[in-house]
């Protein structure tokens, strides 16, 4: 599994996600992450489809690059770890 983070420094959102990230990457270190500014990366957000009114997004791709789910907003670390866990091994 892997997980493209997408955010924007004027995303209050985005500023709340970052040390929540932060942690759960701490705990699991096995786990691979990208961070896509939307603004600094916005060809490759666009090829996403992810526009400002969904940040902050994270998108969890299995090992093949397929979506495996789309969370948008300010997610509980209880919730972004039980996603992680129920496809941690695609």
Same mark, same amino acid.
């Given at each position: 599994?892997?997980?493209?983070?997408?955010?924007?420094?004027?995303?209050?959102?985005?500023?709340?996600?970052?040390?929540?990230?932060?942690?759960?990457?701490? *705990?699991?270190?096995?786990?691979?992450?990208?961070?896509? /500014?939307?603004? &600094?990366?916005? %060809? $490759?957000?666009?090829?996403?489809?992810?526009?400002?009114?969904?940040?902050?997004?994270?998108?969890?791709?299995?090992?093949?690059?397929?979506?495996? *789910?789309?969370?948008?907003?300010?997610?509980?670390?209880? /919730?972004?770890? &039980?996603?992680? %866990? $129920?496809?941690?091994?695609?």
């Amino acid at each position: 599994m892997y997980i493209i983070k997408i955010g924007a420094v004027w995303c209050s959102g985005c500023l709340v996600m970052k040390p929540r990230w932060a942690e759960i990457e701490k *705990e699991l270190p096995w786990l691979k992450t990208e961070y896509l /500014d939307f603004d &600094e990366d916005s %060809k $490759k957000v666009a090829k996403l489809g992810i526009s400002s009114d969904t940040l902050p997004t994270f998108i969890f791709f299995d090992k093949k690059n397929n979506i495996l *789910e789309t969370l948008s907003g300010e997610i509980s670390k209880k /919730d972004l770890i &039980e996603t992680i %866990k $129920k496809y941690e091994n695609n």
